[in-house]
């Protein structure tokens, strides 16, 4: 059975970097037709896509995180991290690691980690 846990601060300061890792028991990040996802959720609000690397090690970024957003991965832990530059308190969500699997026309987000709760606050 596939796992992913979040791990990192709880709290992070205004205009420094915030830096999750998310740990894959289970599977491998290198396996076919499957991207490691990071997602968010402000509070009281929907989740937001950040981004993702394949199992190849390519990114891809939402546009509108983009310029402060960097994920990058180490097979040998079967880790990958995320990290977002010059938080803002409108940073503050519950961030969530996600696999999605591509194959042909199944597409689906099928392993979910629980979630951590990140705030930006001085």
């Known amino acids: 059975q596939v796992q992913l846990q979040e791990s990192g601060p709880g709290l992070v300061k205004p205009s420094q970097t915030l830096s999750l890792t998310c740990t894959v028991s289970?599977?491998?990040?290198?396996?076919?037709?499957?991207?490691w996802n990071w997602i968010r959720q402000p509070p009281g609000k929907g989740l937001e896509w950040i981004g993702y690397i394949t199992y190849s090690g390519s990114t891809y970024y939402s546009p509108s995180l983009k310029s402060r957003t960097s994920i990058s991965r180490d097979t040998s832990k079967n880790q990958f991290t995320l990290q977002l530059s010059s938080v803002t308190p409108e940073d503050t969500a519950v961030y969530y690691c996600a696999r999605l699997t591509q194959y042909g026309d199944y597409t689906q987000y099928d392993h979910w980690g629980q979630g951590t709760q990140v705030t930006v606050s001085s």
């Open positions: 289970g599977g491998s990040i290198t396996t076919n037709y499957q991207h």
